[in-house]
């Protein structure tokens, strides 16, 4: 059960702020964050089984996530999510991504929810069959597995309390990168393990956390765990993505 929490717009020292867990089965292959394209430059992971990845960031400042929606089990004749994900992240525009999503046709896919943002607007896209794409308001927006909005989302519901608090908390944005990377290894006590954002069932869990955000002068941040974030340290990859994107600090 994957969490992606989206900040956007709510703080003046970046615009786009994004922790994202990923679930995975443990068993499945695949790389940490790495330049994986040019023209446009594109950092993200790579899932080996497909090629696709989870989210990344591209040199245009666009960044493009997605969850997988678990409606009912998958069909494996269908195209990997992930890799309409990375085809996304080869976009110049928010535009261009609105463009290419909403061409989607019915039943292409499994279902999905997607996150784009450039650092001005942000659009979430549920895919059921076909998209649905709403715009985001300024503030903090939870997407996890479920359809935007259900009842027992408690994941969702908890990731946006936990991260307007931290966002409220903070007195600048490094103190709040660094709550980010406590709140992604976060275990619930009680309840279903799958509730926490932080994951462990058998066979399928969290394998690794990123945290990807846009400074106020486009300066990339990416932050990495390649691992469960409980156990797994965080990485800075920011100098290499600045580099990769050619931004001038
Ligand atoms: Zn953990």
């Not at 909403?102 to 499994?110: I, K, L, V």
Request: glycine share 10%.
């Amino acid at each position: 059960m994957c969490t992606l929490v989206l900040i956007h717009r709510v703080l003046d020292a970046a615009p786009l702020v994004v922790l994202a867990n990923r679930d995975e089965m443990l068993g499945r292959p695949s790389v940490g964050p790495r330049l994986v394209r040019r023209e446009p430059a594109v950092f993200c992971g790579l899932d080996l089984k497909e090629g696709g990845t989870w989210c990344g960031l591209n040199e245009h400042g666009l960044f493009v996530g997605l969850t997988n929606l678990t409606l009912h089990a998958p069909d494996p004749t269908k195209r990997s999510r992930g890799l309409l994900c990375l085809d996304m992240l080869g976009c110049r525009s928010l535009d261009q991504v609105h463009g290419a999503v909403s061409a989607t046709g019915a039943g292409a896919y499994n279902p999905f929810n997607m996150v784009a943002s450039d650092g001005t607007r942000a659009m979430r896209v549920r895919y059921d069959d076909r998209p649905a794409i709403e715009w985001l308001e300024p503030g903090v927006h939870a997407t996890t597995n479920w359809p935007v909005g259900s009842e027992g989302d408690a994941k969702r519901v908890w990731s946006e309390t936990r991260v307007k608090q931290a966002v409220s908390d903070a007195p600048d944005l490094g103190s709040l990168l660094d709550s980010l990377q406590d709140i992604a290894r976060t275990h619930e006590r009680d309840g279903d393990p799958r509730a926490s954002i932080c994951c462990h069932v058998p066979g399928y869990g969290t394998r690794s956390s990123s945290i990807v955000a846009r400074t106020a002068d486009g300066g990339p941040i990416y932050r990495y765990s390649d691992g469960p974030p409980c156990e797994a340290r965080f990485e800075d990859f920011s100098a290499v993505v600045a580099e990769a994107f050619g931004h001038q600090p």
